[in-house]
Structures are given as C-alpha cells and as structure tokens.
C-alpha cells in the first residue's frame, strides 16, 4: 500500500466508534445538519430508509429530504407518508432543465437545503442501519479538518446469505479500486470509494463540481483529495449494508461513467466528453451489438450558483 494511504488509514479509519447521538449533539453547537436521500422509483424501500433516520429529526438531524430524481411509481406519496420532506428536482433550479442521472440530483440537493453539514443515504437500502448517520457524522462534528467521511461496510448480494455474503460493490472492486490505485495511489486506503452512504461539510460540497450521473461519487472523492487532501478525509464502518444490485449490463454502463469522471478529474480525459459503450445481447442464437451514449456533465460549483 502506498506509504501516504497508509498512514492516512491508520488515522483516519474508524473500525468502531465510541460516540453516542448525544456526545454529536452536544459537539454540533449552532451547525445544523441535512439528510438527503436521492430517489429513482424507489417506493419499495424509500419508506424504511426513512424510517431509519426520522428519529434524529430535531436532535442531530434538522431536516431529511428526499430528492426525487423522476420517479414514476409512489416514490414520492410513500416518502411523504413516512414523514420526509419531498423536493422534485424540478423543484429546485427551476431556470435548468434536470439532467438525468444521481449526481444532478445530489447537485440540486445542495439548492434544496441548508444545512451546514450534508449525509447521503441511498433509498434502495435493505434493513438500513439507524446508526448509518450517526456514525457518518462523527468525524465531520468531532474532527475539525475532515470534510468529507465515506462509509464502509460488508456488502452482500441480495443473493447471498446476508450473514456472511461479501460480492457486492462489483464495480468498486473491479473498476474503480483498480483505477484509484493506478492514478491516485494515495487513495488506496477508501474501503469503499463508491459508497452511497457519506457526509460532507457545505464548504467543500458547494466548491466543487458533480459530475451528473453515476460517477458523483468518484468525482466528489477526487475533488476532495485535490481540494482538501487526505488529512480532510474519513472513512467509518457501517457493518453491513444490502441494497437492491442491479444487473451486470447495467454496472456496466455504470462504470463507464465512473470511468469518464475519474479519466476527467484525473486529466486523462477532457471533461465532458461523449462516449459510449457498446454491449453485446444474444437474441436467437445470435450475438448483437447494444451501443449506449455515455454523455455525463458535470454541473459546476453550486457555489458558483448561489448568491448566499
Ligand atoms: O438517476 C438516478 C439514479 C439513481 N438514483 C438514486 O441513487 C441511489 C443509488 O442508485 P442505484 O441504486 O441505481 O445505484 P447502485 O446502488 O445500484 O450502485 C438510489 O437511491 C437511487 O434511487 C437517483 O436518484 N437518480
Ligand atoms: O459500489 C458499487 O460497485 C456499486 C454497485 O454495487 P453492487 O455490486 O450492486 O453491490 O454501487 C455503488 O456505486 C454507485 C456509483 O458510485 C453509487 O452511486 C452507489 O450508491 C453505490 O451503491
């Protein structure tokens, strides 16, 4: 392991934590804190990650959004019913036409909240974790130069027995740890580089760029090291963490954007660049070619935006 990524391992990586709610309370003084759930049909299981968080509103967390990025089934009513605060991301931004994607909801988010620290939970977890905020936050509230603290966990597959399964995070393990560990050595250490569960301060998240669709995640991660370096950043452990997989085809189309914000970042590869990325369906016997557009932007420093 590169020598930087392991010192910053042994100093910044909470295996357990020894805070409580409280001992946060107490350290979070007059900063207030938002939670935003990006959404994408997510009615199945939006309701329970919810659930999860709702009991710190009004201690820890002063308000719990969900950011709904388009959704077409109940997404919306269920979140609702269980007590979020719901913003469309048609809501917010209104002079921009939404683009598709995660990371433009997240971006929006930042449009929609106030809070001066930030944790993102995905909606599709299963049996989420209350403690997944909590344990997010601490860094940020006790640690006063960390900026951005990335979650870790066991990742079963929902196909795995939940007691021991470890095969998920597949394109963390097969795309993006690789690629780190050939451009940015020094952030070898991030057990989970894609975790969708992570918490920022709003100085950082509205000074940099997000890249619009899969790969917010990396681009935040590398911005962050180049604006904050390593000394800013955390990792916690959040145990285990099952959410819904997608299938193969689409991890694929998945890293490819991650591939494309992390080239950029990285400048490997100008910004913005289209691509694409042809897979390959058998139908009848026979193999065809499926070619997707891979355009992802990056929205610009909200910052750059928002006349505070
Ligand atoms: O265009 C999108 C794609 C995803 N998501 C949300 O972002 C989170 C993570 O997305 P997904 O589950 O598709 O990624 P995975 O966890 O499979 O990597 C989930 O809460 C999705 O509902 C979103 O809000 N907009
Ligand atoms: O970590 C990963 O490899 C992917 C896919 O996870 P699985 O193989 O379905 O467990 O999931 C993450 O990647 C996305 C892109 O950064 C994030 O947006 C998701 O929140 C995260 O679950």
């Known amino acids: 392991m590169d020598a930087a990524?392991?010192?910053?391992?042994?100093?910044?990586?909470?295996?357990?934590?020894?805070?409580?709610?409280?001992?946060?309370?107490?350290?979070?003084?007059?900063?207030?804190?938002?939670?935003?759930?990006?959404?994408?049909?997510?009615?199945?299981?939006?309701?329970?990650?919810?659930?999860?968080i709702r009991?710190?509103?009004?201690?820890?967390?002063?308000?719990?959004?969900?950011?709904?990025?388009?959704?077409?089934?109940?997404?919306?009513?269920?979140?609702?019913?269980?007590?979020a605060r719901v913003v469309l991301r048609t809501d917010v931004l209104t002079e921009l036409e939404p683009l598709p994607g995660k990371g433009e909801v997240l971006w929006r988010s930042l449009a929609a909240t106030s809070g001066d620290l930030l944790a993102f939970v995905d909606s599709d977890l299963v049996d989420p974790d209350p403690a997944f905020v909590p344990t997010l936050l601490g860094p940020l509230l006790l640690q006063p130069e960390v900026q951005l603290v990335k979650g870790f966990y066991r990742r079963p597959l929902s196909t795995e027995d939940a007691s021991v399964g470890s095969g998920?995070?597949?394109?963390?393990e097969l795309m993006a740890r690789p690629l780190l560990s050939a451009l940015r050595p020094e952030l070898s250490g991030i057990i989970q580089p894609l975790s969708g569960e992570y918490a920022g301060t709003r100085e950082l998240l509205e000074a940099v760029p997000f890249a619009s669709g899969y790969g917010v995640e990396i681009g935040l991660l590398?911005?962050?090291?180049r604006l904050v370096g390593?000394?800013?950043?955390?990792?916690?452990?959040?145990?285990?963490?099952?959410?819904?997989?997608?299938?193969?085809?689409?991890?694929?189309?998945?890293?490819?954007?991650?591939?494309?914000?992390?080239?950029?970042?990285?400048?490997l590869l100008p910004g913005d660049t289209p691509g694409e990325l042809t897979q390959f369906v058998q139908v009848a016997g026979e193999?065809?070619?499926?070619?997707?557009?891979?355009?992802?932007?990056?929205?610009?420093?909200?910052?750059e935006l928002l006349v505070r």
């Open 222 to 225: 590398l911005d962050a090291h």
């Open 55 to 83: 009991p710190l509103v009004g201690t820890l967390v002063d308000e719990l959004v969900v950011i709904d990025s388009g959704s077409t089934d109940r997404t919306v009513e269920v979140a609702l019913a269980a007590g």
């Open 5 to 52: 990524a392991r010192d910053w391992f042994a100093s910044r990586t909470w295996q357990s934590v020894e805070w409580t709610v409280a001992d946060l309370v107490a350290a979070k003084g007059s900063r207030t804190v938002s939670v935003v759930l990006p959404a994408l049909n997510e009615e199945a299981t939006v309701g329970d990650v919810i659930a999860s």
């Open 287 to 303: 193999w065809l070619p499926d070619t997707a557009g891979v355009h992802v932007t990056d929205r610009p420093p909200m910052r």
């Open 230 to 267: 390593l000394p800013g950043i955390a990792q916690v452990n959040l145990g285990v963490r099952r959410h819904r997989n997608q299938p193969l085809a689409a991890l694929g189309l998945m890293a490819r954007q991650i591939l494309s914000t992390a080239l950029g970042r990285c400048g």
């Open 168 to 172: 998920g995070g597949r394109v963390t």
